[in-house]
């Protein structure tokens, strides 16, 4: 079995409604989200091996070095998981290639941890069923049911209820990186701190937006994007609100914080109007070169490998 080896590839994902209810008593926001996976991908390779786990990563235009490569990653974590399951050691190496910008709201560690999930059932023929796979993967994050499901989909509870969305067409996104400083438990504390003693209400996903993406309407999607997530990592991040003001005042249909952020997501009608874009903010906002890619796409999935 040593040396046998499954790859993965896994998608970065966007939402392009987050609505976020009041903190719950575990700590967690309940949340009512439209999730889209976009065509840009880390690759997992899960590995049998005789020794000890371990994890090596490199990284295709991206900073890899907050990556942790001890057993606090979650893709090393989604496999001691797997093999808690079926009670059983799965000796693996993995390594991860990261295209996907570190912690910049695109959930690039929950997909390197669906794909070492995907990739280790595979790896050892476990055959673990679909709904158990997806219940190990709500253990692991929030996002990590979505990113093995992947297309577009409503999320529900704490983001780990998945539900497909039927959409037309496909969405071009400029996508700029940005891994300046925002965690994810900072944003949502600050989102706390915004509403004080006024609790924010029941998350809802808007009708218009469900309506824009059945109707395959870019340009109604762009108007009716929405993260109830943006005031706080604005607050924390004041200078993404020239970038989305630049990209809602004419240069794309829409815009967003991706998630907690910081990175933005603009969006386009085509690959065009996304170089477009992408020139006039690199222009007038001076931000780095931006990623253009277009969504759905499928969710974790293996592509190549050797028993
Ligand atoms: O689920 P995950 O481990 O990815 O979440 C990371 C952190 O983000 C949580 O510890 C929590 O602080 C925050 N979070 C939240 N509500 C959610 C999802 C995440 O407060 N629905």
Redesign the pocket.
């Given at each position: 079995m040593s040396g046998a080896e499954v790859r993965v590839s896994s998608p970065a994902k966007i939402n392009l409604s987050l609505g976020?209810g009041p903190?719950r008593d575990d700590?967690?926001?309940?949340?009512a989200t439209v999730y889209q996976a976009v065509g840009l991908y880390d690759e997992v390779v899960v590995r049998a091996t005789d020794g000890s786990p371990v994890l090596t990563v490199s990284g295709e235009g991206v900073d890899v070095a907050e990556v942790p490569t001890d057993g606090s990653n979650l893709a090393l974590r989604a496999v001691a998981a797997l093999g808690d399951h079926h009670g059983r050691e799965l000796p693996v190496e993995l390594h991860v290639h990261k295209r996907i910008p570190v912690a910049g709201g695109l959930a690039g560690g929950?997909t390197d941890a669906a794909a070492a999930l995907l990739g280790a059932d595979v790896l050892f023929g476990l055959h673990t069923p679909r709904e158990e796979l997806l219940g190990l993967a709500a253990t692991?994050?929030?996002?990590v049911p979505f990113c093995l499901v992947g297309g577009t989909a409503l999320g529900g509870g704490?983001?780990?209820v998945v539900t497909p969305v039927m959409t037309r067409g496909e969405y071009w996104w400029v996508v700029v990186p940005d891994s300046g400083g925002l965690s994810?438990?900072a944003v949502?504390?600050e989102f706390d701190r915004l509403h004080g003693d006024d609790p924010a209400p029941d998350p809802e996903v808007p009708d218009e937006l469900l309506a824009a993406l059945r109707a395959g309407d870019a340009v109604r999607l762009g108007a009716a994007l929405v993260n109830d997530l943006e005031p706080a990592a604005v607050s924390l991040r004041p200078d993404l609100l020239h970038l989305l003001r630049a990209g809602r005042q004419g240069a794309a249909l829409g815009a967003l914080v991706s998630g907690?952020g910081p990175t933005t997501v603009f969006l386009c009608d085509g690959p065009v109007h996304a170089e477009e874009v992408d020139r006039t903010l690199r222009s007038e906002q001076g931000t780095r070169p931006a990623i253009v890619v277009k969504g759905p796409v499928p969710g974790a999935r293996v592509t190549g490998g050797h028993r």
């Open positions: 976020v903190v700590g967690y926001h309940p949340l929950s692991l994050g929030s996002d704490r983001g780990e994810t438990p949502y504390r907690s």
